[in-house]
């Protein structure tokens, strides 16, 4: 039995689109609009050589999963915004997947997460 999301072997990305903005916390984001609207979801990256850390966008194989999700649309509804100075509300990864009640990608060592709702 799976207890995280694995990676399928094939896969597509149709759904999502990469933004680039200047968030204070990420330059790029995984952007799902609907109309005016829109949601940015960002996942957190781990350089080994310098040790650091940075959000991003979305792994390709996610988005298609996350958006088909029965229970998307409902969440996109609650959480969604229109663009504010060029940015749109943000979630991670990880907030999406539980809301969803989806099984998360695997938790690594090295991630953060935030304490508030809103990033």
Same mark, same amino acid.
């Given at each position: 039995?799976?207890?995280?999301?694995?990676k399928?072997?094939? +896969?597509?990305?149709m759904?999502?689109?990469? @933004?680039?903005? $200047?968030?204070p916390?990420?330059? =790029?984001?995984? %952007?799902?609009?609907?109309?005016?609207?829109?949601?940015?979801?960002?996942?957190q990256?781990?350089?080994?050589e310098?040790?650091s850390?940075?959000w991003?966008?979305v792994?390709?194989w996610?988005?298609?999963?996350? +958006?088909l999700?029965?229970g998307?649309?409902? @969440?996109?509804? $609650?959480?969604?915004?229109?663009? =504010?100075?060029? %940015?749109y509300?943000?979630v991670t990864?990880?907030?999406?997947m539980w809301?969803?009640?989806?099984?998360?990608?695997?938790?690594?060592?090295?991630?953060?997460?935030f304490d508030?709702?809103?990033?």
């Amino acid at each position: 039995m799976r207890y995280h999301h694995q990676k399928p072997d094939i +896969y597509r990305s149709m759904y999502g689109e990469t @933004y680039i903005c $200047n968030h204070p916390v990420y330059n =790029k984001c995984t %952007l799902f609009r609907i109309g005016d609207n829109g949601l940015a979801v960002i996942q957190q990256r781990f350089n080994a050589e310098t040790k650091s850390t940075w959000w991003g966008e979305v792994d390709a194989w996610l988005t298609d999963i996350l +958006y088909l999700h029965p229970g998307f649309r409902k @969440y996109f509804d $609650n959480r969604c915004g229109t663009c =504010k100075d060029g %940015l749109y509300p943000t979630v991670t990864v990880r907030q999406i997947m539980w809301a969803l009640k989806m099984k998360p990608i695997q938790r690594q060592r090295w991630e953060t997460c935030f304490d508030r709702r809103e990033i």
